[in-house]
């Protein structure tokens, strides 16, 4: 993906912190679900490699980083499925792109920001549908990942301020 923001030591930090989730955390998703708890250990080492808030002063444990560092068939139908998609995810994609440099840029962006959080959040859900679709009833089985995924992404549209709310955002910011 062509970022501009996003510069070689971005994909060096994007790529460590994938491979400490991969190793540190996907092996544990159902203990810890079970648990009902992520164990303080894994906060502690996800600090102590510089994965929590970055962005913040050394003196608090940050890296003093700047922004970006906050921030991844066979049958015709399924074709047609993935292509949709890929297309809206690409929309999505260009657009926080966007914004993110706006915001970079230190521009007002409350209005596109509220945007882009109910529209890119119902997106979200609606792809984890479509894919849970794709994959029949097997998709509905915890054990496959898609399931998760689609559990998870449905809380997006209620936290950081519910969807509706960001619609009465921009409405009073049209003055409607
Ligand atoms: C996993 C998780 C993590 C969270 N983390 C944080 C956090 O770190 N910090 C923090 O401050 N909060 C956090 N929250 C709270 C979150 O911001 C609120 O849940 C969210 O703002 C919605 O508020 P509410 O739950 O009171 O729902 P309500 O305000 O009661 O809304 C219920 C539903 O009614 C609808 N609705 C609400 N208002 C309107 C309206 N004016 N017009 C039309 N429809 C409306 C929406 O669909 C909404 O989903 C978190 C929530 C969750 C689930």
Redesign the pocket.
């Known amino acids: 993906m062509n970022q501009q923001y996003i510069k070689e030591e971005h994909q060096i930090f994007r790529a460590s912190l994938q491979k400490f989730l991969k190793q540190e955390a996907e092996p544990y998703f159902e203990t810890w679900e079970n648990q009902k708890t992520i164990p303080r250990s894994f906060w502690k080492k996800l600090g102590e490699q510089g994965f929590l808030c970055p962005w913040a002063e050394e003196i608090y444990g940050g890296l003093e980083a700047d922004f970006p560092y906050s921030v991844i068939s066979s049958f015709q139908n399924t074709q047609f499925k993935m292509a949709e998609m890929a297309t809206e995810i690409k929309i999505g994609r260009t657009f926080v792109d966007q914004l993110i440099e706006k915001h970079i840029e230190r521009a007002d962006i409350v209005t596109e920001v509220s945007m882009a959080k109910w529209w890119i959040t119902d997106l979200a859900k609606k792809v984890s549908v479509e894919c849970m679709q794709v994959h029949g009833g097997y998709g509905y089985m915890e054990e496959y990942e898609i399931a998760r995924r689609f559990r998870d992404t449905a809380?997006t549209?209620?936290?950081?301020?519910?969807?509706?709310?960001m619609k009465?955002i921009i409405a009073k910011n049209l003055n409607l």
């Open positions: 809380v549209s209620i936290y950081a301020g519910s969807n509706e709310i009465g």
